[in-house]
């Protein structure tokens, strides 16, 4: 275990980036490069780095932490206006990496493969490091605007609140893993959860719904070598699709369904923040009736 006084912190590793709020009657005229600029975070993962992009859509923040050699502190970024990175926000983190030590003001907590981490506002110091530098930690994070504390949680997946959804019949066989939802921990407005599939399904939220309460974010990953999922968004009645290689994430605004189907079996996590806590606050679209 490493304790604050042993961190050794530097700040050229954090990268970020700001998303603006697109209105849908423009995104219907994007082409292909430009709905990948507004929607599609490509670069999420380098060695001692922490990349961050900040979306208007909620305040949402998306990011990923690949700790190898040194300790990575999460410090504040100017759109934030704040001191401390936590000051106003909750985090939500997801290990899809070997395991982590993330140390929250002195106090270190490992992370496994897999297991979530529900971070509450008003912390200061966080720190993420991996365990083996051989087989780094790959920490997924979450952050939304918080109006209180609540206190910080670890889950694992067999203290998730699994969902099997789907049919084989129709290739969106799936097991949804909710991991920060407020049947589990309490927080603000921050929801994440992970989504595997059964052998020889491929369709991820189909039928495909909309919720006009909350924005989210899908990040993609265990995709194999050379293949991808195409994502799927945009009103109903106005689709469009957006190619995903491993480990890119695509934010999806509030006004978008959101859904996508691989060339082969992957895993994504989603994220979502907003209006309420409500998981089941959708409204389903039915396949026969995109465009």
Request: proline share 5%; glycine share 6%; charged share 25%.
């Amino acid at each position: 275990m490493i304790f604050l006084p042993e961190i050794k912190l530097i700040m050229e590793y954090i990268n970020y980036e700001i998303r603006n709020a697109s209105n849908p009657a423009d995104v219907k005229a994007y082409d292909t490069r430009r709905l990948r600029e507004e929607f599609l975070i490509q670069q999420l993962f380098e060695k001692d780095r922490i990349n961050l992009v900040y979306s208007d859509f909620d305040r949402f923040v998306i990011g990923g932490v690949c700790p190898v050699n040194i300790p990575l502190e999460l410090k504040s970024i100017e759109p934030l206006k704040a001191d401390h990175f936590l000051d106003r926000r909750e985090l939500g983190i997801i290990n899809i990496g070997d395991k982590a030590i993330i140390t929250i003001d002195g106090i270190p907590t490992e992370l496994g493969n897999k297991e979530a981490l529900y971070v509450g506002r008003n912390h200061r110091l966080i720190v993420f490091e991996s365990v083996s530098k051989a087989n780094p930690a790959r920490l997924y994070i979450n952050s939304a605007p918080a109006h209180k504390e609540f206190p910080d949680k670890k889950v694992s997946l067999k203290e998730a609140e699994t969902v099997q959804a789907g049919d084989p019949s129709t290739a969106n066989a799936r097991t949804i893993n909710k991991l920060i939802v407020n049947s589990i921990v309490e927080t603000c407005q921050l929801q994440m959860g992970l989504t595997t599939f059964t052998a020889g399904s491929v369709w991820n939220t189909m039928p495909v719904h909309t919720h006009g309460r909350r924005m989210e974010a899908y990040f993609y990953f265990d995709i194999p070598e050379k293949q991808a999922v195409c994502h799927f968004m945009g009103k109903p009645d106005e689709t469009r699709h957006i190619w995903v290689r491993n480990e890119q994430a695509v934010i999806s605004p509030n006004w978008s369904l959101h859904s996508g189907v691989g060339t082969a079996r992957y895993s994504f996590i989603w994220g979502m923040a907003g209006e309420n806590l409500n998981y089941n606050d959708m409204d389903v679209v039915q396949p026969h009736e995109l465009m």
